[in-house]
T-cell receptor, first 112, second 111 residues
Framework: AAGVIQSPRHLIKEKRETATLKCYPI?????VYWYQQGPGQDPQFLIS???????DKGSIPDRFSAQQFSDYHSELNMSSLELGDSALYFC???????????FGPGTRLTVT | GQQLNQSPQSMFIQEGEDVSMNCTSS?????WLWYKQDPGEGPVLLIA?????ELTSNGRLTAQFGITRKDSFLNISASIPSDVGIYFC???????????FGGGTRVLVKP
């Protein structure tokens, strides 16, 4: 079965640079969620979109923005990167705003 | 900040043993989900619970949604080496809402 696709899988950036992470949800899934997981931590919710509209917002820094496009893929844009932004970033998707969320393999962002 | 208290934080298993872990919350959740995460990979959904008191099985996994809606537990019976990993509980207040995760239970193999 098709799963959530995230790209790139690994990204190395320097402080103050920008990064764009992409997420392609499972086919026919219309809701996308972004989570950040620091080393040894549990995933923390950042933001979600349902039918291309922002549906919820968590602890997402103002330096980050995201959107969902007409084909339901989503992009997380991160600017003025800081060392503390180094983490695994996961995208999850669900169908028709359902309970079950299915996670992608993640993007490992390293800021040097 | 973390609202779910998951325990134990880590445990050692021997092949064939049963293991259990649980999550408690100070507030009510309407859905509980259990995920397993291998190093460097995304969490994989194991079991979803939708009703207070519900007991659900998925192979060797059994999970229960507490009556108060503030807790859940996960049991793994007859553990095997591939059960090693980090197990997370997650609470959700409504469909389409964010997941709030517990701190995780790291399952390791006894040396």
């Amino acid at each position: 079965a098709a799963g959530v696709i995230q790209s790139p899988r690994h990204l190395i950036k320097e402080k103050r640079e920008t990064a764009t992470l992409k997420c392609y949800p499972i086919p026919r899934h219309d809701t996308v969620y972004w989570y950040q997981q620091g080393p040894g931590q549990d995933p923390q919710f950042l933001i979600s979109f349902y039918e291309k509209m922002q549906s919820d917002k968590g602890s997402i820094p103002d330096r980050f923005s995201a959107q969902q496009f007409s084909d339901y893929h989503s992009e997380l844009n991160m600017s003025s990167l800081e060392l503390g932004d180094s983490a695994l970033y996961f995208c999850a998707s669900s169908q028709d705003n359902a309970y079950e969320q299915y996670f992608g393999p993640g993007t490992r962002l390293t800021v040097t | 900040g973390q609202q779910l208290n998951q325990s134990p934080q880590s445990m050692f298993i021997q092949e064939g043993e049963d293991v259990s872990m649980n999550c408690t919350s100070s507030s009510i959740f309407n859905t509980w989900l259990w995920y397993k995460q291998d190093p460097g990979e995304g969490p994989v959904l194991l079991i979803a619970l939708y009703k207070a008191g519900e007991l659900t099985s998925n192979g060797r996994l059994t999970a229960q949604f507490g009556i108060t809606r503030k807790d859940s537990f996960l049991n793994i019976s007859a553990s095997i080496p591939s059960d090693v990993g980090i197990y997370f509980c997650a609470g959700q207040r409504a469909a389409g809402n964010k997941l709030t995760f517990g701190g995780g239970t790291r399952v390791l193999v006894k040396p």
